[in-house]
């Protein structure tokens, strides 16, 4: 029997604001272990806790960025679990009366663009670390996490593989990014993913049982961890074995998923309203002056840079992957007006060191208008685009200018006819057996005769010159 993929996402995404939720704490990462603590986010007898206004704008801002509704009347609840990281012994939360319902994020899928829809998008705060000892059998609770400000964004059950999984995971990500709410970082846990899935067979209306998967760090994990548990679930189901309802934990170094506890629902963790907070009341004023003040997000600048830079998908889509990353291109353009040569230059050699260095664009040791000078030498015709490249990683490395990194290392480009015909002549009398074979009708080794000049002169001879040059002695 075939079967079919149906996976929903809930996405955590922790807000980068410079307080807690509900109190005054810092929200600053890898401080001392309870050192970001006060009685309000320990849950102290007595204390009461006061929204943070900026936590609902943030939320506000990636609501309407997805094209969500906008409840004018939202409310807090108290959900009930017990777990060493809780100092309350329950996480406010909203239940009944999210923030935001109904919105969805377009994804690039393996068949073309493809939305997905958004059931709600909600307030809550953030539980502690637990952290393990392994010498000895015990753990330790840093408590500096909790009441850290997150949105939860529960997708509806629109993917369909473990790629498009992975590309709306990517896509929620940019947009958190451009909007400046969180910074995505996956390994420090300022977003994190589960993930709900489960087979049906092919053309069926009805769900089949779903598997929670939790403990997914990277890109690379989320699609490992789903692809491992569709080949299991889908054994299971050929051998005619039930699927437990369960939440499995993804094991990175095995390779394999496994059994945490029993999947809970929501009467399980018995909501109910949080008597301490007051409604979240979110006027028409409110939201219209959020919305005038978002910036320029992903699809729209994608579509942006190829209308008016002329640029394919596929550039316009890699340059956009981080507003950084599209500030910078801009910036290049700016003084270097050719966009297709710039992002040539930027997918192939800046971001291949980049990624090499695992970096981000922020962190780039070549600023916009050094590597737009280096792109100038190259149209005036100073050095080769083969030196260029040199010079680049020169560049990289010391962060000088273009300039100084040629003048230094005396890398300008020959375009003196003589020297280069000198050169040329050396090439073929060096080779006389190619020649003979190539004005025979072998004309293949031309190639090889321009390497052998270029690597002659070190690779600063003109170009143009040496084709030039090459011809009219062979044809001779």
Known sequence: MEYEVV????????????????????????????TLTCPVCLGMPGVLPV??????????????????E??????????????????KGYQISQYELPLARNGWIEIESGNGPKRIRIHRIHMEEDAGKLIHDDNKPVSY???????????????EPDLRSSEDAVSYLKSV??????????DGNMEEGSLRCDANIS???????ELGVKTELKNMNSFRNVQRALDFEIRRQRALLERGEPIVQETRLWDANRSITLSMRGKEEAHDYRYFPDPDLVPVVVDEAWIEQVRASLPELPDARRERFMGEYG?????????????????????????????????NWMMSELLRELKRDEREIEECPVPPENLADLLQLIEKGVVSGKIAKTVFLEMYSTGRKAGAVV??????????????????????????????????????????????VMRKSKGKANPKLVNDILRGKLSG
């Open 141 to 155: 609770v840093d408590f500096n996490r909790t009441g850290v400000p997150l949105i939860e964004i529960v997708s």
């Open 70 to 87: 906008i409840a004018p009347y939202g409310q807090f609840a108290r959900k009930n679990y017990f777990y060493p990281d809780l100092p």
């Open 199 to 205: 087979l049906r067979p092919v053309g069926a209306e």
């Open 51 to 68: 929204l943070n206004r900026d936590v609902v704008e943030f939320s506000l801002r990636m609501a309407l960025a997805a094209h969500c």
């Open 173 to 182: 990500r940019e947009i958190l990014r451009f909007l400046e709410i969180c």
């Open 407 to 452: 003048e230094e290392k005396g890398l300008v480009q020959v375009k003196d006819e003589g020297a280069i015909e000198a050169i040329v002549a050396e090439v073929l009398a060096e080779n006389p057996s190619e020649v003979e074979q190539y004005r025979a009708g072998k004309e293949k080794l031309f190639g090889f005769f321009v390497g052998q």
């Open 311 to 343: 640029l394919p998908s596929h550039d316009a889509r890699v340059l956009t992957s981080s507003k950084a990353l599209s500030v910078y291109f801009e910036s290049v353009v700016a003084a270097f007006p050719q966009p297709k040569i710039v992002s």
């Open 7 to 34: 996976i929903g996402l809930e996405i955590h995404a922790q807000l980068s604001t410079r307080s807690k939720i509900f109190c005054g704490c810092s929200t600053t990462f890898g401080a001392s272990p309870n």
